[in-house]
């Protein structure tokens, strides 16, 4: 049975069953991945995955249910469950099926070219990154992980109102960590790359960056524990700013879990930083033209010139406060109910290289990882404090790395004390992005 037959048969079945507006969301997810070790297949999948979800308004209630099996027999098994559904749910606010937004963007997000790269090219790719990196230092001892992966994304959203939606993308990406070693003295890096287009990937290039990154942290010394002026290097700027990303969610705010409750029209930030969420980023990974209930996506300015212009909304949390959903509901997969989420959200870049911003520094410290965000930091409060990994830095220049620091501060006040903002916006495997971040100062303690 394919999907359109299933539609029409459960829309037809719901609709006599009590059930007045219904709504079909389908997903189907193909997965490829590979990872080497010592030019060996360490690790090998192939996987499919998918299902569909329904939602019906049964007695003025919002209904969810999801099953794997798109045949008749799952018909009353989603009807059932979804009535159920309804009898333990005490959300005093009402959910809508949507008719539909006056217009859409056209949006190309799959690369059919990248979906026929076979998985022997692939397999060899990743082979080649890992013996260009290990043939191009004596020191680079092993890999701690290498791998490819690609993925494809299929969805599709219809109602009884109406509304037929459908969208697909495909992305790869390669992940190297390399493990050096001098002495007693072990370090390791993480490079990783993402892309649609196979035939532009280098594996030498892949291998250098993640050679050159390991290799310049050996030599670590420690510093003296005090405020130090602060550039966070853009994969770092952007796992804060991905830790903090929820309090842009009306959910959230309504909640009462994030610090920006009534903040809107507020200076949350320095004047240089303005933060955009766009659906339409090309390459981005999570580009769409249509949110989880069918609203046409749009790009959205969140913070202009450090003062907060709007929140996340889906149609839920904007009928709470009497406003237009922004086209952000939100799905982790057609398992999940509908809530409030980003698409492509960034910190807008400047003109300012990364060289520029590190050549204004007099003494600081550059961080180029952190770890320990789900623990170390308060989502509520913004207090944080993480272990990081980086390099003093004097009269604008590198000098050497620093054994294992930790740095402490609040994001709103890392915000607010934001002096620089580089050019080089990147998105570390993940759809929060942020070009490189000059900050006046923080707590730096090294043990």
Do not use: W
């Not at 997903?27 to 019906?56: H, L, M, P, T, W």
């Not at 979804?82 to 963007?105: M, Q, V």
């Not at 002026?229 to 959230?252: G, H, I, K, W």
């Amino acid at each position: 049975m394919n999907i359109q037959e299933f539609q029409a048969n459960l829309f037809s079945a719901a609709l006599a069953s009590g059930f007045t507006d219904v709504e079909i969301y389908y997903e189907k997810k193909e997965v490829f991945g590979c990872q080497i070790f010592k030019g060996e297949i360490d690790q090998y999948e192939i996987a499919e995955d998918g299902g569909v979800s329904f939602r019906g308004i049964f007695n003025g209630k919002m209904g969810y249910a999801y099953t794997e099996k798109i045949d008749d027999a799952s018909i009353p098994f989603l009807l059932d469950n979804a009535k159920e559904n309804t009898l333990i749910i005490n959300d005093e606010d009402s959910e809508e099926i949507f008719s539909g937004s006056s217009h859409y963007e056209h949006g190309n997000f799959f690369s059919t070219a990248l979906n026929e790269i076979t998985i022997p090219e692939k397999i060899q790719f990743i082979k080649d990154v890992e013996r260009e990196l290990l043939a191009l230092d004596p020191r680079i001892v092993a890999t701690d992980y290498c791998m490819i992966r690609t993925e494809s994304v299929s969805r599709s959203l219809s109602n009884n109102k109406g509304l037929s939606l459908s969208d697909e993308m495909n992305y790869l990406y390669a992940i190297v960590e390399a493990i050096v070693k001098d002495g007693e003295e072990t370090k390791t890096s993480f490079e990783f790359t993402v892309s649609k287009d196979f035939h532009n990937l280098n594996a030498k290039e892949i291998a250098k960056k993640a050679a050159e990154e390991a290799l310049s942290q050996l030599g670590s010394k420690n510093i003296e524990s005090k405020e130090y002026p602060v550039l966070l290097r853009n994969d770092a700027a952007a796992s804060l700013l991905a830790t903090y990303s929820s309090n842009f969610s009306a959910e959230n705010t309504q909640a009462g879990i994030s610090s920006l409750k009534d903040k809107l029209g507020s200076q949350i930030a320095n004047q240089k930083i303005t933060i955009v969420d766009d659906p339409f980023l090309e390459d981005g990974l999570a580009t769409r033209t249509f949110d989880s209930e069918g609203v046409a996506t749009k790009k959205l300015t969140l913070v202009e010139s450090g003062v907060l212009q709007s929140l996340l909304h889906n149609q839920k949390t904007a009928k709470k406060e009497q406003a237009e959903t922004t086209g952000h509901a939100h799905k982790d997969s057609y398992k999940s109910a509908v809530k409030v989420g980003p698409s492509n959200l960034y910190i807008e870049p400047s003109e300012l290289s990364f060289e520029d911003l590190l050549a204004t520094m007099g003494e600081g410290i550059l961080i180029t990882s952190l770890s320990g965000l789900h623990s170390g930091a308060n989502t509520v409060s913004g207090d944080f404090s993480l272990a990081a990994s980086g390099f003093y830095v004097a009269d604008g220049k590198v000098q050497y790395p620093v054994n294992l620091m930790t740095i402490a501060g609040n994001y709103y006040q890392l915000l607010q004390d934001v002096e620089e903002i580089g050019s080089d916006l990147t998105f570390p495997l993940s759809p929060i992005g942020s070009p490189s971040v000059l900050v006046k100062s923080l707590s730096v303690t090294v043990e």
